[in-house]
């Protein structure tokens, strides 16, 4: 089981990268940059690919809205070279409040474009004339439009690989089954291992049935806060305000994935109220209403042996990759604590 942690992209930037060669030798694997409404994660992971040296570097995620597919496949190239071929790309949809509300684009058919940008992404690493007549993507253009001069291209440089891992972010059943069917690794957000199989179960099994045997093994990753020790259950607080704002406040009533999400781990009657709560403006008390239960089942909070018990679970759900929060107080402790999750993850 590998073990990733995420940088968190809202500031101290370039003091958490130095931190980077300590969370190396303690067994870190990989690295996680997102990208929301705040500095791009491209010339950050830029930044981290010169600062490391067996890392590997991970979108987390790049919306598929904000960039043409060929530029997400360029910049994943770039970057792939720039680190030596230790670049994954992850993508994902985002949701309207972001993409509509900071990029200005039309938040439409989320799951026929990441099929399509997938596609021509692996045409563009294996360095075909680029040449794809999609529903969303027309690549070059059709006759008719544009200016008429546009013809199939490819890359310039070569690839350092023809085939750079792609991981898609994805709660939604159909979301789900593309990112088993298509991708290299798939990242669900709010996991909790003992309801995995009965939420997404049916979704994975049909996607894996579609899946080229080439791609290998699906990876999964599942995000956990982490702190070890026998007087560390109140750190688990520290997860509600993040839990809220998803559960209650990405998105209007009806249109909001988490909160759905939420309801099918049987937090029916939790999610309305949170949302209510929350879309009211009392922030605070909608996360006062997050389930405790919730919080425990996907974070790894507490003593060793019951973080032992929880990875194992995790296991068990089929997860190979646990992107961790180390919640130590101090860069020590949180060094202490990949140390510790990476032994007992095994």
Request: aromatic share 8%; net charge negative; with cysteine.
């Amino acid at each position: 089981m590998r073990i990733g942690m995420a940088i968190n992209y809202s500031g101290g930037f370039k003091e958490t990268v130095a931190e980077l060669a300590d969370y190396e030798k303690a067994g870190l694997d990989i690295v996680f940059v997102a990208e929301a409404y705040s500095f791009d994660a491209v010339s950050q992971m830029g930044y981290i690919a010169a600062k490391t040296e067996r890392l590997q570097i991970a979108s987390g995620i790049l919306p598929i809205y904000s960039r043409t597919p060929t530029l997400l496949a360029m910049t994943a190239a770039g970057l792939d070279f720039v680190s030596d071929g230790r670049f994954t790309l992850g993508i994902g949809a985002s949701g309207p409040q972001v993409i509509e509300g900071f990029h200005g684009v039309p938040y439409t058919a989320p799951l026929a474009r990441t099929r399509e940008v997938i596609e021509i992404c692996r045409q563009v690493w294996r360095r075909e004339r680029v040449e794809h007549q999609g529903r969303y993507y027309q690549v070059p253009l059709p006759p008719g439009q544009g200016t008429g001069l546009g013809k199939p291209l490819k890359i310039i440089n070569h690839p350092v690989r023809p085939r750079i891992p792609i991981v898609v972010a994805a709660i939604g059943p159909k979301n789900v089954e593309l990112a088993a069917e298509l991708a290299e690794g798939w990242e669900p957000i709010f996991y909790v291992p003992e309801k995995a199989g009965d939420v997404w179960g049916e979704a994975l099994a049909a996607g894996k049935a579609g899946r080229d045997p080439e791609l290998g093994e699906l990876d999964v990753i599942a995000q956990a806060s982490l702190a070890i020790g026998d007087d560390v259950s109140g750190l688990l607080e520290f997860g509600r305000p993040m839990a809220a704002l998803y559960i209650g406040g990405m998105g209007a009533k009806g249109k909001n994935f988490y909160n759905d999400l939420a309801r099918r781990y049987g937090y029916e009657k939790e999610a309305e109220v949170i949302q209510d709560l929350y879309l009211q403006g009392k922030k605070d008390e909608a996360a006062a209403q997050v389930p405790a239960e919730l919080l425990e089942k996907m974070s790894l909070v507490g003593s060793e042996g019951f973080v032992r018990d929880r990875v194992q679970a995790f296991k068990e759900s089929g997860v190979t990759t646990l992107n961790v929060a180390p919640l130590g107080r101090t860069h020590e402790e949180r060094v202490r604590l990949i140390e510790q999750i990476k032994e007992i993850a095994g």
